[in-house]
């Protein structure tokens, strides 16, 4: 059985092997073995911690397959995306250049660096075994951490963020960084992700170009990568737009790949979520019904499943006595309960951006 | 030939200048109406009747055997008054972490008006049958471009500090100009001549308008267009040596549109300018006569300002000795001052 719990030391190698095996690599997943026990470490003393406000936290998070032992997934979510350093990213800007002397009238885009994504709770370093690919347990994995900030909100900013991989080429080159960092660092995009994961990305984005940069004066091929996710994050960027969030003017400075951005109370999960007191039944004798995420309330003993959405006629949920015991959940104790599938996605961008 | 102030009954001379330097000098379209207003600006400058800060002094080379006019050339007394004045100001930004053991530095193209209040030096043609082989002896493009130093010289106090030139950029076998293709380009919804012709129409604000305001990053623009930033037009190669002589320097200021290098100095630092000097006139026929003009003379009036080689320098500190031909080519007499200098 699937199950979201925050991870643990013991989850070290598995760890690194899903950083290894990241397509494209993460700038926030990094294949190292030193600074993913650090994430660790850190992400207990989140979880242990009593916090009114969101800050430097990460919480991050397995997908365990108990029953036989194996670690299959990761994911995080960075209380605030820029709490010790900056976070930054490109936005995209228009600056009408207008002569009333010549009656014209030119749009000029430019890519203007930012800050403004710092304050946004960030969802990131998502990382899922090949073999889940497009099953419950993506979703899961993904969208369990909605399902944590919903119970402690205070944690989170009311945004939230998702930053999704840009698009690689197929010698996977990043034909954004290939036309803009690469002038300033004469590095590859690959070496640059190394390094961005083992020390900080805003580190590097320090030495980035300071003034916007005039689109027109970019590759094609880069123009056109702006705002395009890396081809093997469709489906997953399909997903959240699916779930509320909508595109913004932000892209990664690497890569220029989307940031997809929301107000919490605006997304499928949060306003669908439920609590319901908990009714152990056999599995048997469980009525059919659509999927749904399903958490329990402890916070640092969190555990997420995908489970049948069975109410019964007073509201309870009803659940296995396996499904009951992964949660840790008694009869009688609450649990939030969210459905599964989303609507179909609306690809919009966000009108308070407009 | 002589060098005198244009005057209110040139203007056919000088549409015929104009119509044959040709569109690419932006500054003499040929548009009559447009030559009108600048003769009549330029006349007023003379007077004295405008502001020190908006006053074109504009010359023309005279062929006295004919009254044909050979040539001009300007001093604009102050750019940017009027209209705004654009250059791009080349720079370095150094991209730097010891931690990632990074050191490189950008270059970068600023938009700037630094210019603004400095004097320019511009506006010189020479008609062709006036240049050549044939015509070397006469000097004609060395007369144009030195006697506006004796200009200022002598009526110091009507300009700044500084003083500019503007030199063509580099332009392929094509006439195109690779700055332009790589930067310009982007922003102008015009081809370069257009932009170029607006802006010696002076119609500049355009350019405000529409050019980036953000600095650029010279790494985005094409190799070609990089290699344009500060070098001159194959033609203009020996105008732009005439300059160096005289002091001026690139100080990395470059044209916005062809990336041709602005050069500058400070005017009390051009060499013609430090060493012309003051002398008397004495009028003789028997003048001795140097077989190449080393020495160019001007007179000291404004309105009735006069340049021109003379055969000889100075005979002794205080006195220069004139035929009567150089004198009244000059207007002077016996007992005139007139300012020298030895090139």
New interface residues.
Partial sequence: MLVIRPVTLADLSALEQLAEHAVPRLTNLPANRDRLEERIVRSQEAFESEIEYPGNEHYMFVLADDSRNEVLGTATIRAQAGAAEAYYTYRQET?I??????N?R?E?Q?LALSHEVSDATLLCALSLNPRYKGTSAESLLRRARLMFIAQYPERFSRILAVAFPGYLDSQNESPFWE?VGR????RSFQEMNH?AGV?SKS??A??M?Q????L???TPQARAAIGREHPAHEEALGEMLAEGFVRSRHVDIFDAGPIVKAERERLETFRRAAWHPVRIRPEHALPDAEPAMIANQTLSDFRCIVARYALSPTGQLMLSPQHAARLGVEEGRAVLAAPLSLPSAVDALDEGEM | MRIRPIARDDLDGLQALAQQAGVGFTSLPDNREFLAGKIESAARAFEERTPVDDRLYFFVLEDETNGELAGCCAIEGQVGREVPFYNYRLGT?A???V??D?H?T?D?LFLSSDHTGDAEVCSLFLRPEYRGEANKHLRNGALLSKARWLFMAQFRDRFPQKVLAEMRGVFDENNVSPFWE??GK??F??DFNEADR?TGLG?K??IG?????????T???SEEARACIGQVHRHTRPALEMLKKEGLRWEGYIDIFDGGPTVEAYIDDVRAIRNSQLYQVEVSASAPQESVSRWLAASTQMLNFTASWIGRGPADSSTIVLTPDEAKRLGVSTGDAVRLLET
């Fill in positions: 600056l250049h207008a002569s009333q002397q010549l014209v030119r000029v430019t036309s002038h300033f660092f004469a390094i020390r580190f590097i320090e030495v170009p003034f916007p940069l005039y027109p004066l970019l | 930004l991209h730097s972490s931690q990632l990074l490189r950008i970068t790589s930067l982007h922003f919804p015009m607006l119609q604000s355009f308008e529409l050019m980036p305001k953000f600095p650029i990053y790494t985005f623009m």
